[in-house]
C-alpha cells in the first residue's frame, strides 16, 4: 500500500513541475523582444587630426656679451621690447679706447714717414748702382730698408683697425631683430669679456618663431603604415610633388600637403599655419616618442606667440580612407579588448571582438564590422549574445572637423589614441565579464550584413563630431 502511494505521490509532484515549466515557457514566449537603440555602420573618409602639447621657443635665442672690459655706461633701450638689428643697446666707457686709436693712428704715421724715407733712399741708391757708383751691398742694404719699412706700415694699419674695432665694441648693438631681455648688469658695473660679468642681456628672434613637439612613436608607425598601405593619404592630389623632401623643404606653409595650427590656452587658434622643419631620425628611448619642429611666421612680430609659451599643435593634412565609423557609444571596453553587439537581419544579437581607434567621440574601426552592419549603441552591458531584440535604428553623422581655414576660435580637436578603459572601471562587473565570454565564443565571427529594420527613427546629436541618438 505503501509502494502504491509513493509512485501516486510521486508522479503528482512530477505533473506539477511539468505544468509549472509548460507554464513558464509560455509565460516567456508571450514576452516581447527588448528594444534596443542601434547605429548603422558607416563608411567614409575622415580626417585623421592629430594633437600634442608643446612650446614655443625663438627661430634664435642669443646672448648679449661685451667684447671689451670697461665701465657700463648707459643701457638705452626699454627691457622687453622689440628693437630692430643695429640698434645700440649699451654704451661701455670709451676713453681709453679712443686713447689707443690715437696711439695707433700715430704709430701708422711714423710708420708711413719711415716708408718715404727709405723709399727716397732706395731710389737714390738705385740709381747710383746703374752707374757702379756703388757697391751692391750699399744698393740690397737700402732695398732691404724699403721693404721693411712696408711691412711696418701694414703691421701700423693692423693696429689701427684693432683699436677702431674695440672702440666700436663700446658701443653694444642688437645683433638681430627681436626682443630685448632684462639686463644682466646694471649701469655703473665693471664689467669683463672674459666670466659672468660680460653677459649684458638676451635677445630673442621671433619672426619665424619655432614650436618644438614629440609624436608617439606607435602614432608615427600607424601613421607611416597606413600611408604605405594606402589606407592613410596626405595631402590632396595637387599637393603630391610636395612631399618630396627637396620639395617639401622649399614650400611654404600653404602649399605643404602636412602642416601644424597652434591653439592657444585661450582655445584660439594661431592665424597663421606652421611647416614641420625638423623630424629626428632616432627615438627617444625614454619617453618613446620622436622630436619634432614647426616653423611659424609671425610677420607683424606680435606677441600671440611667445618664447617659453606651452600651447596645443594640430598635425593636419592626413585623411583615413574609406574609414568604417561608429559611436564610442557602441563599443564595449573589456579585457580581452574592444566587443561590438550586432544585430543581424533576424533580429538576433552576436558579440563581435573589433580592432578600433578612438578619435574624437567615435571609433575608427580597422577590423571585426563591415560598413552597413548594424550594432546596439546604448545598454550594452545588458544585451546576451543570442538574445532576440527589437531595433530602434538611430541616425548617426560624422561632422567633418574644420582647420584655420574656416574654424570658429576654439575649435578642438581630441587626438587619435587608443582610450581603453581599465578593467574595474565599469561597476555593472558581472554584465562585462559576461560580454567577455560572448567575445572569446565569437573569436571566429561570421559576418552578417544586417538589414534595415527600423521601427522608429530618432536623432539627436551628441558632443562635437558625432550625432547618435541617447
Known amino acids: ?69 670697461g665701465i657700463l655706461e648707459a643701457r638705452l633701450y626699454n627691457e622687453g621690447e622689440y628693437v630692430t638689428e643695429g640698434t645700440q643697446l649699451f654704451q661701455i666707457n670709451d676713453k681709453e679706447y679712443k686713447v689707443a686709436l690715437e696711439k695707433a693712428q700715430g704709430a701708422l704715421a711714423q710708420a708711413i714717414a719711415e716708408e718715404k724715407r727709405t723709399q727716397r733712399t732706395y731710389q737714390r741708391i738705385k740709381s747710383l748702382r746703374a752707374d757702379n757708383a756703388v757697391s751692391q751691398q750699399d744698393y740690397d742694404n737700402a732695398l732691404s ?12 694699419k693692423a693696429g689701427v683697425g684693432n683699436a677702431e674695432i674695440n672702440l666700436g665694441y663700446t658701443k653694444v648693438t ?34 619665424p618663431l619655432y614650436v618644438n613637439f614629440s609624436m608617439p612613436s606607435r602614432q608615427f608607425e600607424k601613421l607611416a603604415s597606413g600611408f604605405l598601405s594606402g589606407q592613410i593619404t596626405i595631402g590632396g592630389e595637387d599637393q603630391q610633388d610636395f612631399l618630396k623632401a627637396e620639395k617639401y623643404r622649399a614650400a611654404s606653409a600653404q602649399e605643404a600637403p ?17 611647416k614641420i622643419i625638423f623630424f629626428d631620425s632616432t627615438e627617444n628611448s625614454q619617453t618613446s616618442s620622436l622630436a619634432m619642429k614647426a616653423e611659424f611666421a609671425n610677420p607683424k612680430n606680435s606677441r600671440a606667440l611667445m618664447p617659453g609659451q606651452f600651447v596645443r599643435i594640430h598635425l593636419v593634412g592626413a585623411v583615413y580612407k574609406n574609414a568604417l565609423l561608429v559611436p564610442s557609444s557602441a ?52 544585451i546576451r549574445a543570442g538574445q532576440k531584440v527589437q531595433v530602434q535604428l538611430k541616425e548617426f553623422e560624422v561632422k567633418v572637423p574644420q582647420n584655420s581655414s574656416g574654424a570658429q576660435d576654439g575649435d578642438l580637436g581630441a587626438g587619435l589614441e587608443d582610450a581603453l578603459v581599465p578593467p574595474g572601471s565599469d561597476p555593472a562587473q558581472t554584465a562585462v565579464a559576461e560580454a567577455q565570454a560572448d567575445a572569446a565564443a565569437a573569436s571566429n565571427p561570421q559576418t552578417v550584413q544586417g538589414g534595415n529594420k527600423p521601427q522608429t527613427n530618432a536623432k539627436s546629436s551628441a558632443d562635437t563630431s558625432v550625432e547618435t541618438g541617447k
Open 174 to 207: 642688437a645683433p638681430i631683430s627681436g626682443i630685448a631681455g632684462k639686463e644682466s648688469q646694471s649701469v655703473g658695473s665693471l664689467i669683463s669679456p672674459a666670466g659672468e660679468s660680460g653677459l649684458l642681456t638676451t635677445m630673442v628672434q621671433i619672426n
Open 145 to 156: 730698408a724699403y721693404e721693411s719699412a712696408q711691412a711696418n706700415v701694414q703691421v701700423a
Open 1 to 69: 500500500m505503501k509502494r502504491i502511494f509513493s509512485s501516486a505521490a510521486f508522479l503528482a509532484c512530477g505533473l506539477c513541475f511539468f505544468l509549472a515549466a509548460c507554464s513558464k515557457k509560455a509565460e516567456q514566449a508571450a514576452m516581447p523582444a527588448p528594444t534596443v537603440s542601434a547605429v548603422t555602420v558607416i563608411q567614409r573618409d575622415l580626417p585623421w587630426n592629430i594633437e600634442y602639447p608643446a612650446q614655443v621657443a625663438g627661430s634664435l635665442e642669443i646672448q648679449i656679451r661685451a667684447q671689451v672690459g
Open 331 to 382: 563599443l564595449l571596453n573589456t579585457q580581452n579588448g574592444l566587443v561590438a553587439y550586432v544585430v543581424d537581419s533576424n533580429d538576433t544579437v552576436a558579440a563581435r571582438p573589433v580592432q578600433a581607434e578612438l578619435q574624437d567621440n567615435m571609433y575608427i574601426v580597422t577590423d571585426g564590422l563591415k560598413a552597413g552592419e548594424r550594432v546596439i549603441s546604448e545598454g550594452l552591458i545588458k
Open 258 to 274: 602636412v602642416y601644424v595650427e597652434a591653439v592657444l590656452a585661450n582655445g584660439k587658434t594661431y592665424p597663421e599655419r606652421g
